[in-house]
């Protein structure tokens, strides 16, 4: 899994995918962090519709991939996972810590000062991995079933 983990530091975007209750979909991209354990943290305002979707937990899907050219270099990864917002205290502190050290700019932006009070942390405990990677042939495809509390 050093091999995911390596992924997952080298990008920062990912593409969230939530329902509402309805049933319709909705996708996003998201500043994402991860931690050594692969949950993964990403901050947003309450309000928007995937923070709604995920209310007090949801399960989720995510993708992260790299842009290029040419079918033989597609690598990405596709997740599922349960979401939610982190506890205050602890979680919320580690999830702060986790985030900010990735990008300590979003700290120091002083037009991010108003949304970031209206932001909250939220977490990605992940459930399920494919790793797909065309550098190692056509279609290769690693699979991975975690088995994490929410």
Known sequence: MEHIH???????????ATVAADGRPHACAL????DESL?????????????????????????????NQDWRTI?????HGFARPCR???E???????????????GRAET???PLMRARYYRIVLSWIRFI????????KEEFHLHHGR
Request: glycine residues 8%.
């Open 88 to 90: 205050a205290g602890e």
């Open 112 to 114: 991010l000062a108003g």
């Open 6 to 16: 390596a992924f997952l530091q080298a990008h920062n975007t990912l593409t969230l």
């Open 31 to 34: 500043f994402y962090a991860a």
């Open 75 to 79: 690598r990405g990864l596709q997740l």
């Open 39 to 67: 949950t993964l943290y990403f901050l947003s305002d309450p309000n928007t519709a995937h923070a709604q979707h995920i209310g007090q937990g949801a399960v989720v899907a995510a993708a992260i991939e790299e842009n």
């Open 92 to 106: 919320t502190q580690t999830a702060r810590a986790v985030y900010m050290a990735r990008f300590p700019f979003i």
């Open 133 to 140: 990677d065309n550098t190692r042939g056509f279609g290769f």
